[in-house]
């Protein structure tokens, strides 16, 4: 992107490195190479940017006190911040900076003959204190030191310039006025009307952001009590709010899901049993934690997330041995006995149904970019807990059992309940056998079915929905190029005017920067540009939701006469996808772009639920062109430069130097009054002296011409580019539908416009990522448990009857979407993955005990019915701890969380699925498989 006086290209490697420090040192070792650079050019630099540099907390000091001793009240509170521990930097925003301006008076220089040149040379070569090295005296060494800055600013008119004609001194207060000031502003910030200053927090790395915000609300209290009635701060961006009440909502979840877990322990089990098996949560999960700890891996929403969704996994290890156990137990074996003989009866499927669980995990770890980096601490965490539950079950559980275990009475409810479930079973299972065709043939058609639902749009795919996990939204405000930072200003009060429409007590707090945007990490400062920032108050976020809010404000503000062109932007819980339609139109000319781009706006304005059709081409501000005439110039002794530097400290001020007041340096700015040039006219006006003194207009030497500019100039890998960009609300197309639609008419965009082409990006190119890491990932996990399978049964077929039971958990998750009204989405996909290893873990011990049951000499169908039979309780019962893990978080119980309840529901209803037709099908596919391999064995 370049603009004039600069450019900043932005290098797209995210996250893919995992040394970022080492990525911009290569970055900057590059850049240096480049030695080409215009002469005035400053040395360009590379800057990292990770979360870490994004605030964490955002505080608003306003009052009605003057500007000098706001400014005075946000420094001392910057100093009180900064001393919190963990913080990194306070950044005031929207002060202005103290100057000292140099005002001359042209019709002065005129009369004393004096170049504007020789001025400013003249203040350069006086403000400054230069060492001259040292000198000997003796045994003593001093330091030389000339002396050249004034004690102050005032002292600057004492500055001597030349002789006048009557033999005098001609100082520079003769010839300008000198005094101390503010820079021009370049935003101005303000909060529910009144004039603020903005402090963005940061924090230092690995910095705990709740403790920051604790220290920051204590700094808050102190300073309203001290300035009551004179000034007042207030926290605008707590992130930490957000990470409590992610916290809190994983907590809550996960406390409910312990208590339903051991709930059906009970009912399954008994109490003493369920207590053996419950204890294995809080021991493998301490285990975890000291395993992430020494990982480096923090208790975050995200590792939250993972021990919630490991939570009904872990008793499955301990379900599986202690039923083993007890059932061992209910044939009439001493507790010892019991205990080792169950333990060791399940002791390698164990083995192998929890190494498969952590293959499914283990190609979380090729997801690259973004979303690999977002997801990564969930393998982590879900492998170290699995690890630790093995050595749980394995030998804490046995030993436990060992000494403490008496055989179960189950009472009337529990006799009932298992009874009822194993008449249920039988018949299901005997119907199955009976009609095997029908039943494959019905599971066939519903796979069918799901497929179709899917990918005929029954069931929308959005990777990245809407949340209300922030409960804020920016409102980006484009006025026209040239407009004054005041009118940007008066437009925001209206938009914030139409904001205060809203049921009273919807908002929280409602703050307002004119001259300043930030669009997805690129910041934008600018007389024409404004940012509206709305906290939504709890009981507004209990009434609507933020789409909801949005909605009724969008048409007053998009409708405030002036405004070009206006933006709601939303903080999203999960990684960074980028906006739903994100199209670079790149071309060889920008005339044939912007041609691309206004068929490409009109296009997208056609299609239902596209808002906030934008693009990033700014015009600029009308411009005023000075073409220096050489000839003329230089017959009045004037170089392009001198022209230059006389325009500039006219118009924009030219920085002489700079000026030390105690620890502050202060810009010295050399300009002429502001009272000389007040239309465009006066421009052709401006006094050039020359260096024999002589003064010549302007217009004598320059010709002016009147163009609309271009703000920036943008690239996209190389060449020429406007980005295009769009929001889409409502379910009436995907992202993936919009962008294919755009892709279908695209030689009708790009009709007549050669060396023009678009290319995709934003979420459009995230979800491609998702699809090829997803893709990536389930093949992998399925070769992996591929693998374990055969070496477990030293089979190449049985495998095979296992992973069968893969499409019947797809069918669960596709009905789960349609009753829950849920889109398929990343962490849907996820869940999907994960669904891979935990399905086949029932499937395996149930092939495993038919497999015994024949070695024993049991006939194919009896053993295949009878495995099923002995299994069916275990089965269930590792299946509804899972499902009772999951089930606060899938419907709310603890808190919402729109973002990972669909994985929830996601594996909740596969597992479900995948688990009731195993119980029935797998016999059935265990019978078919072996039957035609003895076959193919018989000679």
Known sequence: MTRGGGSRPRVRRVLEEENLDKLVLDLSAEVDKVIDLPEEAEKPSVLGMDTDMEPVGQIALFSDLPER??????????????????????????????????????????????????????????????????????????????????????ELGRIVLSRSPQGGLVRLADVAEVRETYEDPKTRVRLDGHPALMLNLMRKK????????????????????????????????????????AINFLRNNALLGMM???????????????????????????????????????????????????????????????ENIV?????????????????????????????????????????LGIMGQFIKEIPTVIIVTLCASLF??????????????????????????????????????????????????????????????????????QMFGDSDAFPRFDVLVYMPPGSKLAETERVLEEVRGELLKLPEGSLERVATIAGYVNLEYVVMIGDSYGTATVLVSDAGRKAMRVSEIIARVRPGIEAIPGIRQVRFERLKEGPPAGKPVEIHVRGRQYADILVAVRRLKAFLATLPGVVDIA??????????????????????????????????????????????????????????????????????RIPLITAAGEAVPLGEVVRVETARGVERYRHYDAKPAVNVTADLVGTELSV??????????????????????????????????????????????????????????????????????????????VAGMFVSGSPISFPVLIGVVA?????????????????????????????????????????????????????????????????????????????????????????????????????????
Not at 431 to 451: T, Y
Not at 617 to 636: I, N, P, Q, T, Y
């Open 69 to 154: 001793l706001r400014k005075q009240l946000a420094e001392e509170l910057q100093e009180a911040l900064e001393a919190i521990p963990g913080v990194g930097k306070a950044e005031i925003f929207g002060d202005r900076e103290r100057e000292v301006w140099i005002e001359v008076d042209p019709e002065r220089l005129k009369a004393y003959r004096l170049p504007l040149g020789h001025l400013i040379a003249a203040v350069r070569g006086r403000n400054r204190n230069v060492t001259g090295g040292d000198v000997s005296f003796g045994r003593e060494e001093m330091l030389v030191r000339t002396l050249g800055e004034p004690g102050n600013a005032r």
């Open 206 to 245: 690995g910095a705990d952001v709740v403790h920051i915000m604790r220290g920051v609300d204590a700094v808050a209290a102190d300073f309203n009590r001290r300035m009551a009635g004179k000034a007042e701060i207030a926290v605008t961006f707590d992130s930490s709010r957000y990470i409590v009440e």
């Open 260 to 322: 339903l877990v051991y709930l059906s322990l009970y009912l399954f089990m008994g109490a003493r049993n369920a207590v053996f098996a419950f204890v294995g949560i809080p021991v493998s999960f301490l285990i975890a934690f000291a395993g992430m700890n020494a990982l480096g891996i923090s208790l975050n929403s995200v590792s939250l997330f993972a021990l919630i969704l490991v939570l009904g996994m872990v008793v499955d290890d301990a379900i599986i041995v202690l």
């Open 327 to 367: 059932r061992h137990l209910e044939m009439g074996m001493p507790p010892a006995e019991a205990a080792e003989a169950g333990a060791g009866e399940v002791a390698l499927p164990v083995f192998t149904s929890a190494t498969t669980t952590m293959a499914a995990f283990v190609p979380f770890y090729l997801t």
């Open 392 to 461: 749980e079950c394995y030998l804490l559980l046995p030993s436990h059992v060992a000494r403490h275990a008496r055989p179960h009475r189950p009472n009337r409810l529990q006799r009932g309940l298992l009874a009822r479930l194993r008449i249920i079973h039988r018949a299901a299972l005997t119907w199955s056998m009976r009609h095997p065709g029908r039943v494959m043939g019905g599971i066939a058609l519903a796979f069918v079915l799901s497929l179709y639902a899917v990918l005929g749009g029954w069931i929308p795919i």
């Open 615 to 684: 693009d990033n081409f700014d015009a600029g501000k009308r411009e005023l062109r000075l073409v220096v005439d050489e000839e003329k110039s230089r017959l009045c002794g004037l170089s392009g430069g001198e022209v230059a530097d006389a325009v500039r400290a006219a118009l924009d001020g030219y920085d002489a130097s700079d000026f030390h007041d105690g620890y502050e340096a202060l810009d010295v700015v050399v300009k002429l009054g502001r009272s000389f040039v007040g239309h465009p006219s006066d421009v052709e």
């Open 736 to 813: 993936d539908a919009v962008n294919g639609m755009v892709k279908a008419r695209e030689p009708e965009l790009l009709a007549g416009l050669a060396g023009c082409s678009l290319e995709y990006g934003g979420a459009y190119e995230t979800n491609r990522e998702v699809y090829e890491s997803i893709g990536r990932s389930m093949i992998f996990a399925l070769l992996l448990i591929y693998f374990i399978l055969a070496s477990l049964f030293k089979s190449y077929l049985q495998p095979f009857i296992i992973m069968m039971t893969l499409p019947f958990a797809f069918i669960g998750v």
């Open 835 to 939: 669904l891979a290893g935990v399905i086949v873990n029932d499937s395996l011990v149930l092939v495993e005990f038919a497999n015994r049951k024949r070695e024993a000499g049991m006939g194919l169908l009896r053993a295949a019915m009878e495995a099923s039979r002995i299994r069916m309780r275990p089965i269930l019962l590792t299946t509804v701890t899972t499902v009772f893990g999951l089930l606060p978080m899938s419907l709310g119980w603890g808190g919402q969380a729109e973002f990972w309840a669909p994985m929830a529901n996601a594996i909740m209803w596969g597992l479900s699925f995948a688990t009731v037709l195993t119980l029935v099908v797998v016999p059935i596919l265990y019978i078919w498989v072996e039957r035609r391999f003895e076959r193919r064995r018989a000679p």
